[in-house]
């Protein structure tokens, strides 16, 4: 088997564009609603997500891929002769991992290469975006699973929340804090560390200042970061989304600078108007 197929799931947050170009298959992950279910990016974008909340007072609940989804998925690709790499969400942000993994044991197949990105949303997108470049380069499943396991402590993540009702709702912040929060109009910077969130620096005032200290840490490590590519995602922040662009352009280092929009997974805990930076160090 010498054909391989890059597998990953709707947290990657890859553009349309991006996903089409680099031939990716993604499967969804799932969204629940007021009772109904919707899969994200398939029947349910964010902006309309946002809307039902409005609409019916409720706060979105989210739902791995099952194995038997990841099974059919795989099974589709091993019949035609593909050696697959799957690689999404963290291990420990989510259980779609584990749904993998077991669709793979049931499989009985070595051709099914499983990566845990330790990451979420566009941070293992970054990783998608390298596994597909060495793919290009000819190189083996086994060889890319290698050099991206070795990329994934190099990877840094980072978001601006403009609102802290989805953290407050969805269980991860108090009454107190977000109450706190609020009054105080601070905008949290959440980041991954080991596989798992992590509040970071505080900014007051508007989602810019947030953003501001995103792009000076940028600026800090610059030289320390791959130049191949950084990703500006968001939901619902498309003003401070082409500001934090045109920064990056400014500082004529990037070779691709990727503007995209996160889906429902993401978004659902998050928030409108949240925006990060997500780039690999060297």
């Not at 609603?33 to 409005?54: I, P, Q, S």
């Amino acid at each position: 088997m010498d054909k391989l197929k890059l597998i990953t799931d709707s947290t990657c947050d890859l553009s349309p564009e991006l996903i089409e170009a680099h031939d990716i298959e993604v499967v969804p992950l799932y969204v629940e609603l007021d009772g109904t279910y919707y899969e994200d990016g398939v029947d349910l974008n964010a902006r309309t997500m946002y809307d039902l909340v409005k609409e019916t007072g409720s706060l979105p609940k989210t739902a791995a891929t099952s194995s038997e989804t990841f099974k059919r998925v795989f099974k589709k690709y091993l019949d035609k002769g593909y050696e697959i790499l799957y690689l999404g969400i963290g291990s420990k942000f989510s259980s779609t991992l584990q749904s993998a993994s077991i669709a793979k044991l049931e499989l009985e197949s070595d051709s099914v290469h499983l990566v845990d990105s330790a990451n979420l949303s566009s941070g293992s997108g970054l990783l998608l975006l390298k596994a597909a470049s060495l793919r290009e380069e000819g190189q083996s499943a086994l060889a890319i699973k290698t050099a991206i396991e070795a990329m994934v402590p190099k990877v840094r993540s980072q978001f601006t929340i403009n609102t802290l009702e989805y953290l407050y709702k969805g269980g991860r912040l108090n009454a107190i804090s977000a109450l706190m929060g609020t009054m105080l109009r601070i905008k949290p910077i959440i980041r991954v560390v080991d596989g798992e969130m992590a509040v970071g620096k505080k900014a007051r005032g508007n989602i810019k200042n947030g953003l501001k200290i995103q792009l000076k840490e940028v600026e800090r490590h610059l030289n320390a970061i791959d130049p191949e590519c950084i990703m500006v995602t968001h939901t619902e922040a498309f003003e401070p989304a082409e500001y934090a662009k045109e920064a990056l352009e400014k500082l004529d280092y990037f070779n691709h600078i990727h503007v995209t929009e996160a889906g429902c997974v993401i978004s659902s805990h998050c928030g409108p108007g949240t925006i990060g930076l997500l780039y690999i160090m060297k």
